[in-house]
């Protein structure tokens, strides 16, 4: 899957997102790259570009006041290789992995910690 065809795939995958859920998200953009760069592998402590599927880059909605006016859009990045990579290497669907890593990201962007989607993830 190319660059072109990963982009759209997750533009119609967050399209596709219950209304609820994406209409509450707001001043946020999601960008897709290669690999995360070497500033970002050097803040997330990595040791390989393909360690990382995605990245949430903004002030979570909990913590935005009165102040936060006037900012340029949160991101989420997804990271089109590692995704690829991880859905080859566990028998996944590329659209099942973008989704996830998507709703994830998207997780961070409403405040909650990498611990806490855990735990609602490994719920019944």
């Not at 099942?96 to 855990?118: A, N, T």
């Amino acid at each position: 899957m190319d660059d072109n065809a990963f982009q759209q795939r997750a533009s119609e995958i967050f399209a596709g997102l219950p209304s609820k859920f994406r209409d509450a998200i707001e001043n946020v953009v999601v960008i897709t790259e290669e690999y995360p760069d070497s500033d970002t592998m050097q803040q997330m402590h990595l040791d390989a570009p393909d360690e990382l599927l995605g990245l949430y880059s903004g002030w979570p909605l909990p913590e935005r006041g009165s102040s936060y006016g006037g900012h340029p859009p949160d991101v989420i990045y997804l990271y089109r290789r590692p995704i690829i990579d991880y859905a080859a290497r566990y028998g996944l669907g590329i659209d099942d992995c973008i989704r996830h890593v998507l709703v994830h990201e998207i997780g961070h962007y409403f405040g909650f910690s990498d611990e806490e989607m855990e735990r609602i993830e490994c719920q019944p």
